[in-house]
């Protein structure tokens, strides 16, 4: 007999802990409706300490042994232990850069500012780290003979994306359900291209929402929303990683976009592990922000999450987060009070500049990162983020998903807005003196005056 420790989790309903269930059933809510969440065996997991964690992750970090070179994987104990790793479907998703902001910091206000790209990943969007913690308990349980027909989701575009290349690399028939015209074409050409089945619904993310829970719970199609908790324990792994690459300690505020607030209650969870196993000692507070024109959690938040009302959420270019219902608000609520948190709004203007004037100092937004910059710039105003505060961002996608945005900002086709920091191409004939006298007066103009 060996004293190695037996990791094990499994679902448990949020609401009442004492309904369980195994990771292999096919179970999305507990019996009332309510959210299910994973819970680990703790105590295992405090058999190795604080040290011992920490070593292991950062030896597994980069290497190529499978699965654990893979930022969700190296954390495998964490995440998902039971699974076999001969059906782990991964792409070394993770380990996403986390910068220092130094030049849009120091315009900001806040000097110790850092971004998290999570846009720089196999899809283009922190849905990849999700995505391949249940795509591979889906792969798990066909291997131990559950009938699987396919996965499935309704998807704002990035979960889809996600979903069809990590079904399309295990060789799992993806089906998505996307709001018709509301998604960027880079969104949609995604899936189409991985082989998914595609359907482009006339209604919104929510009524697609709809039309995906009655086929998982009708048709044998297993569910990929993250109101299937498997996608959070993945998702967890984002703040985990976050406090490693700064050498495991804690920022003093972490501010991300939220829509169905998966991400919000992932990056808890990760945070509350890192506690509870004694990896770090404190928490930092967390803002999440929310475009105004799909802003349930926001309003919430200003009475005091006395009660939570869906809406119907507006068209916003920030098209990820156009949610009026979002699956996670309990625990999102949750996240918020414990970790101290704000929640804040951004217009389309708000997020459209902050955008924009990140780009200038070398990034390339995509909306929702804009709507996270922007919250992020209220709070500075606001004397809530002080200047020696160490701030991360979490930039959620790829701005090259989202070109349209930024095209129709600097082309200043934007709708209603008159774009302060567009910079159109400037299109002249191939003479060189008209070229040199432009360059000129263009190089004076920005740089000098
Ligand atoms: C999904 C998504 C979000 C919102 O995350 P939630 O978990 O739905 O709150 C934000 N930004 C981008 C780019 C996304 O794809």
Known sequence: ???KPEYSAWFESLANPGERYELDEVVYTDRDGGLLQVVHDMEELKKTSAQGWKSLFEDRGHKNEWPYGSGVWGKKEWVLPGIDNENVVSMYEGHSNLFWAERYGRQVGVEDLWIKLCGNSHTGSFKDLGMT???????????RGASISAVACASTGDTSAALAAYAAAAGIPAIVFLPRGKVSLAQLIQPVAN???VFALDTDFDGCMDIVKQVAASDGVYLANSMNSLRVEGQKTVGIEIIQQLNWEVPDWMILPGGNLGNVSALAKGLDMLLELGLVDRRPRICVAQAEA????YLAYQRGFETFEPIAARKTMASAIQ?????????????IQRYDGVVEQASEAELSEASAEADRTGLFNCPHTGVALAAMKKLIARGDIRKSDRVVVISTAHGLKFVDFKTDYHRMQT????????????????????????MLEEIERRFHS
């Open 415 to 438: 709708e209603d807005l008159i774009p302060e920091l567009p910079n159109p191409p400037i299109e002249l004939s191939a003479s060189y003196q008209v070229v040199r006298d432009r």
């Open 1 to 3: 007999m060996s004293d």
């Open 323 to 335: 949610i009026g219902n979002p699956v996670s608000a309990v625990k999102a609520i949750d996240a």
């Open 195 to 197: 082989g998914a089945i």
């Open 294 to 297: 799909a802003n349930p959690f």
């Open 133 to 143: 913690v249940l795509v591979s308990m889906v792969k798990e349980m066909i291997a």
